[in-house]
């Protein structure tokens, strides 16, 4: 026979455990991304991962939290940057250029990262087995910018026919391969090169001016973490207006800040897949899942108003070419 009393007595404390476990429950954990980059991150590149993550229903300060590491301009602070972001056990290390990018598979080869860079072949570099199936740690989307260097010497040459000698401006910190690239194009158009060689950020304005001193006629910019901040691509239009010479960029800022000309990709259309490959990962997938991804769409910018100030007469069938041309 149930004694009722102590039934109750029992059901109570049941109840009143209950109740203050369930006052005890943990908050919900955050999702930890480790952000590696070069320079400051809260800007335009940034909004295009928070975008994306947002869309898997990932906010910051509700069930998400990041970790950012800038190297400040400094290649050579990444390996340190991310043995932090390997201590701290983050779920997934978003890593952003080449010099990032190899601190981040040496510090770790289980944490996935996710890559994102405009200058490199991940599959040469060895942090792919292949961009269909990459395996390892490490998926991302790439731009190979030795396929298009050869269309920014083209461009350039369209523009400006007379040209005999181009400046290639060139972050070393990111490898020969586009550098390489570049100079097969020229020399394909009996072009001279000057290699104007900076690394990190450091540099331009001696590099600038040796490349002037040389007799450039014409600046090509190559890819680099460091030449898509617009204090850098600002740098550089200034300089070539000084000197009077054309000159193109892979990042479209190049032509808003009184550049001549910008063959870049699409980014609003390709950057955004970074935060939802992001959010996938933290959702439990592997980064082999994933192919990598290659951007299909580029953008071509022609600074009309530079043109004018250079005294190039831009040929119409390059105008008719240009996504859009700054009147």
């Given at each position: 026979?149930?004694?009722r009393r102590?039934?109750?007595?029992?059901?109570?404390l049941?109840l009143?455990?209950?109740?203050?476990?369930?006052?005890?429950?943990?908050?919900?954990r955050?999702?930890?991304v480790?952000?590696l980059?070069t320079n400051?991150v809260?800007?335009?590149?940034?909004?295009?991962?928070?975008?994306?993550?947002?869309?898997?229903?990932?906010?910051?300060?509700?069930?998400l939290?990041?970790?950012?590491?800038?190297?400040a301009?400094?290649?050579a602070?990444?390996?340190?940057l991310?043995a932090?972001?390997v201590?701290?056990?983050?779920?997934v290390?978003?890593a952003?250029?080449?010099?990032?990018?190899?601190?981040?598979?040496?510090?770790t080869?289980?944490?996935?990262?996710i890559a994102?860079?405009?200058e490199?072949?991940p599959v040469?570099?060895?942090?792919?087995r292949s961009?269909a199936r990459?395996?390892?740690?490490?998926?991302?989307?790439?731009?190979d910018a030795?396929?298009?260097?050869?269309?920014?010497?083209?461009?350039?040459?369209?523009a400006?026919?007379?040209?005999?000698r181009?400046?290639?401006l060139?972050?070393?910190?990111?490898?020969?391969?586009?550098l390489?690239?570049a100079k097969a194009?020229a020399?394909g158009?009996?072009?001279?090169?000057?290699?104007?060689?900076?690394?990190?950020?450091?540099?331009f304005?001696?590099?600038?001016r040796?490349?002037?001193?040389?007799g450039?006629?014409?600046?090509a910019m190559?890819?680099?973490?460091?030449?898509?901040?617009?204090?850098?691509?600002k740098l550089?239009?200034?300089f070539?207006?000084?000197?009077?010479?054309?000159a193109?960029s892979?990042?479209r800022?190049?032509?808003?800040?009184?550049?001549?000309?910008s063959?870049?990709?699409?980014?609003?259309?390709?950057?955004?897949k970074?935060?939802?490959l992001?959010?996938?990962?933290?959702?439990?997938?592997k980064?082999?899942?994933?192919?990598?991804e290659?951007p299909?769409k580029?953008e071509f910018v022609?600074?009309l108003?530079?043109?004018?100030a250079?005294?190039?007469?831009i040929?119409q069938?390059?105008?008719?070419?240009a996504?859009?041309?700054?009147?």
């Amino acid at each position: 026979m149930i004694d009722r009393r102590n039934f109750a007595n029992v059901l109570g404390l049941g109840l009143l455990g209950a109740s203050v476990m369930a006052g005890a429950q943990p908050a919900q954990r955050l999702a930890v991304v480790g952000v590696l980059t070069t320079n400051r991150v809260r800007g335009r590149n940034f909004g295009f991962v928070v975008q994306g993550l947002r869309q898997l229903g990932y906010e910051e300060g509700k069930n998400l939290a990041f970790e950012i590491r800038s190297a400040a301009g400094q290649p050579a602070a990444f390996p340190g940057l991310a043995a932090e972001l390997v201590q701290l056990k983050v779920d997934v290390i978003f890593a952003a250029g080449p010099a990032a990018i190899q601190a981040a598979m040496a510090a770790t080869r289980t944490i996935p990262i996710i890559a994102h860079d405009q200058e490199t072949d991940p599959v040469k570099a060895g942090w792919a087995r292949s961009l269909a199936r990459p395996s390892g740690n490490l998926t991302g989307l790439f731009l190979d910018a030795p396929l298009v260097a050869g269309k920014w010497v083209g461009l350039l040459r369209e523009a400006a026919p007379g040209i005999r000698r181009i400046g290639l401006l060139w972050d070393a910190t990111t490898g020969s391969a586009q550098l390489l690239a570049a100079k097969a194009a020229a020399q394909g158009s009996a072009i001279e090169q000057w290699v104007m060689e900076v690394r990190g950020a450091g540099g331009f304005d001696t590099a600038l001016r040796a490349g002037a001193s040389a007799g450039i006629q014409a600046i090509a910019m190559l890819g680099s973490p460091e030449m898509s901040w617009r204090v850098t691509a600002k740098l550089v239009a200034d300089f070539a207006a000084e000197h009077r010479l054309p000159a193109i960029s892979p990042f479209r800022v190049f032509s808003d800040v009184g550049g001549l000309m910008s063959y870049s990709l699409t980014r609003e259309d390709f950057e955004p897949k970074i935060g939802v490959l992001i959010g996938k990962i933290l959702n439990g997938a592997k980064p082999g899942d994933f192919a990598i991804e290659l951007p299909t769409k580029f953008e071509f910018v022609i600074n009309l108003k530079t043109a004018k100030a250079l005294g190039l007469a831009i040929p119409q069938s390059l105008l008719l070419r240009a996504d859009e041309v700054i009147q």
